[in-house]
């Protein structure tokens, strides 16, 4: 809420504004930490993917960083909530803090403690997300023609992006996270249902984007990642659900579990860092260097990262993983009433 509020009269996705003004005051500080303003490479999961993506898009003419990560989530990954349902949203919320439900109501909630604010939007419920496995938080950006878009199809295939390198994936199970919150929420989500989210949200965006970004020579690199290790199983059938790779870039799956990594894990730990290593420092060739192809429609280029809980990489053709997604309609292609 406190990014991406939805008041009348208070700016559209700030939360998105914000992360522009770090990166411009890391563009001209870093030089005293000891870094390059030439290699700036930004990442992100989930919402955090989709930001990296809507970034290309907003910032085409001068994106500052060199190199794009998105994992689990781009631009075409998860529906918005319509203009109108923020705003009530938002009127829900200050009217629980009893500060009105019409009018100007942002001074009165500016006074109120963030802990308060906080506590109170949890009583705000999501909106239906179009896939009975997804939902869309009550504050979230909003397309407002400068940060976000509304015709992200147009815009793609006209190659209106920022054109610099790309690298994103998925995981092999992303459902296996998101049917806990739908159960939570009292949907009981079926198998089909489930593969179907998979395709909407994730498959399917990141090999649109994948296709959109080679079709104008944009280097591009595209994985499906497998590891599903006892330290950051959720349940006995969770498998490489949505966030378990971040503990293979960041190595915290032992903290965060209590419980050690088998040498399989350790081995794939590194796996999965070295090519996010090479590719910061160099994302135009990089991973090439380590022998991942980039990505092609037509050729093994998809990278598969710890099939079966081995240290490896493979790859396969994309139509393995994407063949049914012309038949599918991708998430954020929908907007939330």
Same mark, same amino acid.
């Given at each position: 809420?406190?990014?991406?509020?939805?008041?009348?009269?208070?700016?559209?996705?700030?939360?998105?504004?914000?992360?522009?003004?770090?990166?411009?005051?890391?563009?001209?500080?870093?030089?005293?930490?000891?870094?390059?303003?030439?290699?700036?490479?930004?990442?992100?999961?989930?919402?955090?993917?989709?930001? =990296?993506?809507?970034?290309?898009?907003?910032?085409?003419?001068?994106?500052?960083?060199?190199?794009?990560?998105?994992?689990?989530?781009?631009?075409?990954?998860?529906?918005?909530?319509?203009?109108?349902?923020?705003?009530?949203?938002? +009127?829900?919320?200050?009217?629980?803090?009893?500060?009105?439900?019409?009018?100007?109501?942002?001074?009165?909630?500016?006074?109120?403690?963030?802990?308060?604010?906080?506590?109170?939007?949890?009583?705000?419920?999501?909106?239906?997300?179009?896939?009975?496995?997804?939902?869309?938080?009550?504050? +979230?950006?909003?397309?407002?023609?400068?940060?976000?878009?509304?015709?992200?199809?147009?815009?793609?295939?006209?190659?209106?992006?920022?054109?610099?390198?790309?690298?994103?994936?998925?995981?092999?199970y992303?459902?296996? +996270?998101?049917?806990?919150?739908?159960?939570?929420?009292?949907?009981?989500?079926?198998?089909a249902?489930s593969?179907?989210?998979?395709?909407?949200?994730?498959?399917?965006?990141?090999?649109?984007?994948?296709r959109?970004?080679?079709?104008?020579? =944009?280097?591009?690199?595209?994985?499906?990642?497998?590891g599903?290790?006892?330290?950051?199983?959720?349940?006995?059938?969770?498998?490489?659900?949505?966030?378990?790779?971040?503990?293979?870039?960041?190595?915290?799956?032992?903290?965060?579990s209590?419980?050690?990594?088998?040498?399989?894990?350790?081995?794939?730990?590194?796996?999965?860092?070295?090519?996010?290593?090479?590719?910061?420092?160099?994302?135009?060739?990089?991973?090439?260097?380590?022998?991942?192809?980039?990505?092609?429609?037509?050729?093994?280029?998809?990278?598969?990262?710890a =099939?079966?809980?081995?240290?490896?990489?493979?790859?396969?053709?994309?139509?393995?993983?994407?063949?049914?997604?012309?038949?599918?309609?991708?998430?954020?292609?929908?907007?939330?009433?």
């Amino acid at each position: 809420m406190f990014g991406f509020p939805g008041a009348p009269g208070t700016g559209t996705n700030l939360g998105l504004r914000d992360q522009r003004l770090a990166i411009e005051w890391l563009q001209k500080n870093i030089a005293g930490f000891g870094g390059n303003p030439k290699k700036i490479v930004i990442a992100g999961q989930s919402s955090g993917g989709a930001a =990296v993506d809507w970034w290309s898009y907003a910032y085409m003419k001068n994106p500052i960083v060199h190199g794009l990560i998105s994992t689990s989530g781009n631009a075409f990954s998860f529906p918005m909530n319509a203009p109108q349902k923020q705003k009530d949203n938002w +009127y829900s919320l200050s009217e629980l803090l009893g500060c009105g439900s019409s009018g100007d109501t942002v001074a009165c909630m500016r006074k109120q403690p963030w802990e308060a604010i906080s506590a109170a939007v949890s009583k705000i419920p999501p909106s239906p997300g179009g896939s009975p496995v997804r939902s869309t938080p009550p504050f +979230y950006p909003m397309v407002d023609g400068e940060t976000i878009f509304s015709d992200y199809l147009s815009l793609a295939s006209a190659g209106d992006f920022a054109k610099i390198p790309y690298l994103h994936g998925h995981k092999n199970y992303e459902q296996g +996270y998101y049917v806990i919150s739908a159960f939570a929420q009292g949907r009981n989500v079926t198998e089909a249902q489930s593969a179907q989210f998979l395709l909407e949200s994730f498959v399917c965006p990141h090999s649109y984007e994948a296709r959109q970004r080679v079709a104008v020579k =944009v280097p591009t690199w595209v994985y499906r990642y497998f590891g599903d290790w006892d330290n950051t199983r959720l349940y006995p059938t969770s498998g490489a659900y949505h966030g378990t790779e971040l503990h293979m870039i960041l190595g915290g799956s032992e903290d965060a579990s209590g419980l050690p990594a088998s040498q399989a894990q350790k081995a794939t730990l590194k796996l999965v860092q070295r090519p996010i290593a090479a590719f910061a420092d160099d994302p135009n060739s990089g991973l090439n260097k380590l022998g991942w192809p980039q990505f092609d429609p037509v050729t093994n280029s998809w990278a598969e990262i710890a =099939v079966d809980n081995e240290p490896k990489m493979t790859f396969a053709k994309p139509g393995r993983y994407d063949r049914a997604c012309s038949y599918i309609t991708m998430g954020a292609l929908s907007i939330v009433s």
